[in-house]
């Protein structure tokens, strides 16, 4: 059974950077897109970023383009997501999540595009 584990959230100031990571246990992560999705208090899950198996294309929340990063390293079964420049609605669980679906790139910002997920992290940005 696949699993995958999120580290990395804390709390930050605002102006702060924060990078979450994503281990898969799994002997064929390449075979695998990641997301980034992320759930604040008393609003709906939304999609954050995502990343092609073959790790060279990305979405992004128009929220976080140009501040967050997604990346992936096959060597390590991780995915990672960089955030720079916080914001304080950046405060969220973080999830990440995985899929084996192989649709066109832009696919991937629907939740129901993954069936599997990690716990999630909190990351708090202070203001």
């Known amino acids: 059974q696949v699993q995958l584990v999120e580290s990395g959230g804390g709390s930050v100031r605002a102006g702060g950077s924060l990078r979450v990571s994503c281990a898969v246990s799994t002997l064929s992560f390449r075979n695998y897109a990641m997301g980034w999705f992320r759930q604040a208090p008393d609003k709906e899950r939304e999609f954050v970023a995502s990343?092609?198996?073959?790790?060279?294309?990305?979405n992004y929340a128009d929220s976080v383009k140009g501040r967050f990063t997604v990346s992936r390293d096959d060597a390590k079964n991780s995915a990672y997501l960089q955030m720079n420049n916080l914001k304080p609605e950046d405060t969220a669980v973080y999830f990440c999540?995985?899929?084996?679906?192989?649709?066109?790139?832009?696919?991937?910002?629907?939740?129901?595009?993954?069936?599997?997920w990690g716990q999630g992290t909190q990351v708090t940005v202070s203001s």
């Open positions: 990343i092609s198996r073959n790790g060279m294309n990305m």
């Open positions: 999540a995985a899929t084996t679906s192989r649709r066109a790139s832009s696919a991937y910002v629907a939740s129901t595009m993954y069936d599997m």
